[in-house]
């Protein structure tokens, strides 16, 4: 079956730092990759995705590339901000039931001023 | 345009009692989805519904859960009797469908905070 497996947290980084949040995934077919966010408190947003092998997803300074070679596909940013903690979750949806998201476990990320 | 609305955003409530979450879709969309989060299984897809129809029940826990969609605008989830371990954040999202499917964004609702004693 379609499942995900994402870096384990809590991630805790200083302002401007790198961030890098690796995921990979397994799945039988052609699978639409997404990252969502969830801030305190709120449900979850989508915050990129990409839908075939090569696309690179960007919102809010935030990157992913669909590596199909390598089953993955890892958020990145350049310079975090206090307001980029939250938890990060990584997720597929693919195959006959492409409605289903199979989510990671989740990385809680914590920038310190 | 108003995004996915749930209520209450917050039950307390006794083991055995009725609770019933209520969700209101983003209009114009015609796919609906409730999830429960918790610590211990993360987010766990309970239901889907597409144009008002339940198509994938698989993930609701047990009989104890129903859930309803009477309209495009609203949708229910009711568990009855409530357990401690039904202690969860529940969430309610919705997209828009195409026919072809496939990579459409799930917009997620604040989430109903569930406490049962």
């Known amino acids: 079956g379609n499942s995900v497996t994402q870096m384990e947290g809590p991630v805790t980084l200083s302002e401007e730092a790198f961030l890098t949040i690796n995921c990979t995934y397994t799945?039988?077919?052609?699978?639409?990759l997404f990252w969502y966010v969830q801030y305190p408190g709120e449900g979850l947003q989508l915050l990129l995705k990409?839908?075939?092998?090569?696309d690179k997803g960007s919102n809010k300074g935030f990157e992913a590339t669909y590596r199909k070679e390598t089953t993955s596909f890892h958020l990145e940013k350049g310079s975090v901000q206090v307001s980029d903690s939250a938890v990060y979750f990584c997720?597929?949806?693919?195959?006959?039931?492409?409605?289903?998201?199979?989510f990671g476990a989740g990385t809680t990320v914590t920038v310190r001023a | 345009d108003a995004g996915v609305i749930q209520s209450p955003r917050h039950e307390v409530t006794e083991m055995g009692q009725e609770v019933t979450l209520r969700c209101k879709p983003i209009?114009?969309?015609?796919?609906l989805f409730w999830y429960r989060q918790t610590m211990m299984r993360g987010l766990e897809l309970l239901i889907y519904?597409?144009?008002?129809?339940?198509?994938?029940d698989s993930g609701m826990p047990e009989d104890r859960f129903s859930a309803k969609m009477p309209n495009a605008s609203f949708s229910t989830l009711k568990i009855q009797p409530s357990e401690p371990r039904d202690s969860a954040v529940y969430f309610c999202?919705?997209?828009?469908?195409?026919?072809?499917?496939?990579?459409?964004?799930?917009?997620f609702g604040p989430g109903t905070r569930l406490l049962v004693l």
């Open positions: 799945a039988t077919g052609y699978p639409s």
């Open positions: 209009s114009g969309h015609n796919s």
């Open positions: 519904f597409n144009n008002n129809v339940p198509i994938d």
């Open positions: 990409a839908t075939k092998a090569d």
């Open positions: 999202a919705s997209s828009r469908r195409a026919v072809t499917g496939g990579g459409e964004t799930q917009y």
């Open positions: 997720a597929l949806s693919e195959g006959s039931n492409d409605y289903k998201l199979s």
